[in-house]
């Protein structure tokens, strides 16, 4: 972990993945990431990307080459999600929507 970077891109509808000296290890496109947005790597090195368009938040590998998860989907309540934060703390995570935010916590 500390040796990549997360790179969204809205228009491509990709997340890419340059090492820290610049070399691009990946480039990730998925029908769930569409307009991807805010992107948040885990204290455990789980990386959770927002799809604003697909009003999704899925978990991609810290390589940032496959999918894992779906984590939430617009039946959940996630509409134009724009950022995804997991609290260690209160093993949740929290999603920022338009003028809300929606905390997922794991029962």
Same mark, same amino acid.
């Given at each position: 972990?500390?040796d990549?970077?997360?790179?969204?891109?809205?228009?491509k509808h990709t997340?890419r *993945?340059?090492?820290?000296?610049? #070399? +691009?290890?990946?480039?990730?496109s &998925?029908? &769930? %990431?569409?307009?991807?947005r805010?992107?948040? !790597? #885990?204290?455990?090195?789980? +990386?959770? +990307?927002?799809g604003?368009?697909?009003?999704t938040i899925?978990?991609v &590998?810290?390589?940032?080459?496959?999918?894992?998860a #779906?984590?939430a #989907?617009?039946?959940?309540? @996630?509409?134009?999600?724009c950022? =995804?934060?997991?609290?260690?703390? *209160? &093993?949740? @995570? %929290? !999603?920022g =929507?338009?003028?809300? !935010?929606? !905390?997922?916590k794991?029962?």
């Open positions: 972990m500390g990549k970077i997360y790179i969204t891109n809205m228009d997340l *993945t340059p090492a820290i000296d610049g #070399t +691009v290890i990946s480039t990730f &998925d029908p &769930d %990431l569409n307009n991807p805010g992107v948040h !790597v #885990t204290p455990g090195g789980q +990386v959770l +990307v927002c604003y368009a697909s009003n899925i978990q &590998d810290s390589q940032g080459k496959n999918k894992l #779906t984590l #989907t617009q039946k959940d309540g @996630v509409t134009r999600p950022s =995804v934060f997991f609290s260690f703390s *209160t &093993d949740s @995570v %929290l !999603v =929507v338009e003028r809300n !935010v929606i !905390v997922f794991e029962t």
